[in-house]
């Protein structure tokens, strides 16, 4: 691809270039990943880009995705990418579902990071569990909108005739809880005797968890990522599945047909959690460029946009943000390529590639957002700063698990060295 920034243009023209920031005219701080990619889909969560940065504020305030918002991003299928067709949803392979989220990113990285978590939970739950249960769980009022709380604190279950008890469980970071009707809680699965035999995933009903609303954070604060309480509460074991089995892509086989439900699940929900804070990245790039007419250089007579120091960081800044959307474009198409096949599921060694690379993404995206921030200065230090939301945004989201660079670089890399996997990570 020819970079346009290299491409002489009068100075007037070239700054105009430089700061047109919605939709399509927007700053090219990206190479175009999107080729192949419904269009209508991906426009969809653009239309709302102005909207989500006009509602920053208000989001991280609340605390959550405003309910009227929510309901609108709903309605235009958003939290539907992972939902089939035939349940009403888009269906969107995760290509598609890149290009929309990261839209969703650009605007507010909350948005984008609960859409990932939503669209997981429902990838889940059509990919996972029998027909009858998707049909009575579509059928929910609103339709099917789940969260996913995979971070347990404890959790005591006993086996139960027909299901399991969740007698006493706690849960961190259920990041939008406020807005499903479904949780998917992480449980440890019991024999008869009390034996934990296997780890699980349970459907559990919105009204049987308690929300603590104990969400406070510095960046993602409008994620509303609350801790959960659940007890007492039976769940059918047709509404629990095998966590082990799902990693090992053994339960893919009474999915959906569809090749979006065959894909490598613990790559595919990994890779959804990025997109939103790519998008969020490439906005970051925007919001400096579009202040940098006639801000100075502390301490000398000097005009930033002019300065040689600025040209070399937004060369290494866009280059790793690029750098990153490549990385993870690749990923993205050898999961929909894999899937597509309807052949043997992904290695374990193409697997925990992924991750890696997903994990050298996540390692580019910070160090330019560090730079970013560097170069604008004090003002990102502001409370109603949007470079400094997105940095402390950005920040939050890379300590989530599955994106924390060194473990999955390292899972790579013990591969690679013929080394035994450590648990079922992939």
């Known amino acids: 691809m020819i970079d346009r920034h290299a491409v002489e243009l009068p100075q007037e023209q070239e700054v105009k270039v430089y700061h047109r920031t919605n939709g399509r005219d927007r700053a090219d701080t990206s190479y175009d990943s999107s080729a192949g990619v419904d269009e209508t889909v991906v426009a969809r969560a653009r239309n709302f ?39 009403g949803g888009l269906q ?22 609960v859409a990932a978590v939503m669209n997981n939970a429902a990838w889940i739950h059509y990919a996972l569990f029998p027909k009858d249960v998707k049909d009575r769980l579509s059928a929910t009022p609103g339709g ?20 399991y008890v969740i007698e006493e469980g706690r849960w961190a970071f259920n990041s ?18 009390g ?40 769940v059918a074991e047709e509404l629990v599945t095998s966590a082990s089995a799902l990693l090992a892509g053994e339960t893919q086989k009474a999915s959906e047909t569809a090749p979006l439900y065959r894909a490598a699940a613990d790559p595919l ?5 990025f997109f939103p804070a ?13 202040r940098l007419p006639g801000r100075m250089i502390y301490g000398l007579n000097e005009k930033r946009i002019e300065s040689a120091v600025t040209h070399l960081q937004i060369g290494e800044i866009t280059a790793k943000i690029d750098a990153a959307d490549v990385l993870v474009q690749r990923a993205a198409e050898a999961l929909d390529r894999n899937a597509e096949s309807m052949g043997e599921y992904m290695s374990t060694l193409d697997r925990a590639r992924i991750r890696r690379d997903i994990a050298f993404a996540v390692r580019l995206i910070m160090e330019a957002a560090d730079t970013l921030a560097s170069a604008y200065g004090g003002s990102a230090a502001g409370t109603a700063d949007p470079m400094g939301h997105i940095w402390c945004d950005l920040r939050v989201a890379a300590l989530h698990g599955l994106l924390v660079p060194s473990t999955s670089l ?16 992939v």
Not at 176 to 193: E, F, Q, R, S, T
Not at 199 to 225: C, F, Q, R, Y
Request: charged share 20%; hydrophobic share 45%.
């Open 195 to 234: 034996n934990i035999i296997d780890h699980g995933l349970a459907l559990v009903p919105i009204e049987d968890v308690k929300i603590l609303d104990d969400w406070d954070a510095m960046g993602l604060s409008g994620t509303g990522s609350s801790g959960v309480i659940v007890k007492d509460v039976f």
């Open 278 to 290: 790519l998008g969020a990245a490439q906005t970051a790039v925007d919001i400096f460029l579009d």
């Open 144 to 163: 099917f909108r789940g969260c996913v709380a995979a971070s347990v604190i404890k959790a005591t279950v006993r086996k139960a005739p027909g299901g």
């Open 49 to 87: 880009v102005p909207e989500l940065r006009c509602r920053s504020n208000e989001i991280r305030t609340i605390g959550r995705i405003p309910h009227d918002l929510f309901d609108r991003l709903f309605a235009n299928g958003l939290f539907g990418l992972s939902t089939p067709r035939n349940y």
């Open 92 to 113: 969107a392979n995760v290509k598609a579902s890149k290009a929309a989220i990261t839209e969703l990113g650009r605007g507010d990285l909350s948005v984008g990071w």
């Open 176 to 193: 939008g809880v406020h807005h499903a009707n479904w949780d998917v809680l992480a449980i440890p699965l019991a024999d008869d005797v």
């Open 269 to 273: 929900l990994t890779i959804s959690q």
């Open 410 to 425: 390292e899972l790579y890399g013990r591969l690679r060295c013929g080394q035994p996997q450590k648990g079922a990570m």
